[in-house]
């Protein structure tokens, strides 16, 4: 039995409209965002001046890796580690749509594109199994956009291109795409006739199911920007053409040039009077070398070999510029002195860097809360209560020692600022989620323990009736 192909249905002329803009967005940025990945992979081409490097060396490749090390620098040190209700209340809800999302680990790549391309997407549906938890995905920006409302500061419209095309069975020249509405979301696919729609989920949540994490946002723009800007850029181009004129000298000028003086014509030539290649005569430690006609001894020479230092120099200017544009402490990019820095220094240094840090955290959190209260609207069918505030938990990204975080907790229990027993204080001291739990586990079992304990004692030291003694048998005495 043949089982009929239902038709597809196409899009409306506003659906379209709507699609056709935010497609020619989405492949308007891509140029750009290419470039921001190059960047950051270490492979961008770097434009020739066409001045000090020959022809021979033009296919010559060097390499810096400053971009990735500044945007991986800032990404280690945004962890986030939990979600939880600001009352207190239980928050295993939302622990377990983190699990089931692998939000902790995935989290972790939305930061890195969010720094990279300025921006990451978080989109949230329903899943197959109505038991299941929402799903929550991370889309690239070179795959997704949307249009922002700045007046009411959400999204309007959403479009994503998508890369798995073997779930609906398109042919290997469609392309598919998600069209994200307030009320629906449309899968559509490109074919030779036009776009045609393969499905239609019409959720009527009245809002859209898309959130734009963005980094280094302004009022003017909302986009984002890459923590990779057009100075970073600069100096990276200029550091590898550095690294590109090193490499050319060490070609040319990196064993020193010899010269000979009134040498005869037999100087150069070997036993069977055959003349030298250039290269044999110059890798010859020894020159033997007879009188002339004159009886003079030939002059022989070397000019001065080229000195690197004065191309090192210049890199490692360029890595204190950098240093400036990332935030980083200079030794992170390589650059050295004579007096290496303190170990105070070096975290003094790193001020810039934790600041930016606790911006991103604050930014990057407020798109983790909304995304958790969108699954919770999407599981519920309904808005969660907007008096329950959702709080994020993060990693100190000051990274202090276990001594010092632990020191400053014992001091606000001492002062009575905390109780003794208090989860503030456990992350004060460092503590992670999952070892803060384990310490309440034990807190519950000792508690547990000592109430058991004291129920023991109390029954053990209570006063004992008298026990009475068996009437003996055989009946009254005569």
Request: proline share 6%; net charge negative.
């Amino acid at each position: 039995m043949t089982i009929p192909t239902l038709p597809r249905l196409s899009l409306s002329d506003d659906e379209l409209q709507i699609l056709t803009w935010l497609r020619s967005d989405l492949l308007s940025q891509r140029v750009k965002l290419a470039l921001l990945d190059a960047y950051f992979n270490g492979e961008q081409v770097i434009r020739d001046l066409g001045i000090s490097i020959p022809p021979q060396l033009k296919t010559l490749h060097t390499v810096i890796g400053w971009p990735r090390i500044g945007v991986e620098a800032l990404e280690q040190r945004l962890d986030l580690e939990a979600f939880r209700w600001a009352d207190g209340s239980d928050s295993s809800e939302l622990e377990e749509i983190a699990e089931a999302n692998d939000l902790y680990d995935e989290s972790s790549l939305a930061h890195l594109d969010a720094l990279t391309y300025g921006r990451e997407y978080v989109t949230v549906g329903s899943a197959d199994d109505d038991d299941a938890p929402p799903i929550i995905t991370y889309e690239s920006p070179m795959d997704m956009t949307l249009r922002w409302d700045a007046r009411l500061r959400r999204p309007q419209e959403a479009l994503r291109e998508c890369q798995d095309r073997y779930n609906f069975g398109l042919a290997p020249d469609e392309r598919l795409v998600t069209l994200y509405l307030p009320q629906q979301t449309i899968h559509a696919v490109e074919t030779s006739a036009g776009w045609e729609v393969l499905d239609r989920d019409e959720h009527k949540l009245n809002v859209l199911p898309v959130l734009r994490m963005a980094n280094r946002q302004r009022t003017g723009d909302r986009v984002g920007k890459s923590e990779i800007t057009p100075e970073v850029q600069s100096i990276t181009d200029a550091a590898c053409r550095r690294l590109m004129g090193i490499e050319v000298a060490a070609e040319f000028f990196g064993a020193p040039q010899r010269y000979i003086l009134g040498a005869s014509e037999s100087a150069f030539q070997d036993a069977e009077g055959n003349a030298k290649s250039a290269w044999e005569t110059y890798i010859g430690r020894v020159l033997a070398l007879e009188r002339d006609e004159d009886g003079n001894v030939p002059t022989v020479g070397a000019f001065t070999a080229h000195d690197p230092s004065g191309q090192t120099k210049i890199i490692d200017l360029y890595a204190r510029i950098m240093s400036s544009q990332l935030s980083v402490p200079p030794h992170m990019l390589g650059y050295t002195s004579d007096n290496p820095a303190s170990a105070d220094a070096i975290r003094s240094s790193e001020g810039a860097l934790i600041k930016k840090a606790e911006r991103r955290i604050r930014r990057f959190g407020a798109t983790h809360r909304a995304t958790m209260k969108l699954a919770l609207w999407i599981r519920d069918g309904e808005p969660p209560d907007p008096s329950r505030r959702i709080e994020t938990l993060w990693r100190n990204p000051a990274t202090p020692t276990i001594a010092a975080q632990t020191d400053a907790a014992v001091k606000m229990v001492q002062a009575g600022l905390l109780p003794a027993d208090s989860e503030v204080a456990l992350e004060m001291a460092g503590l992670t989620e999952d070892q803060r739990q384990r310490v309440a586990a034990e807190r519950r079992r000792a508690e547990g323990n000592a109430l058991l304990a004291r129920l023991t004692q109390a029954s053990g030291s209570a006063p004992e009736e008298p026990q009475r003694e068996p009437e003996a048998d055989g009946g009254d005495d005569l």
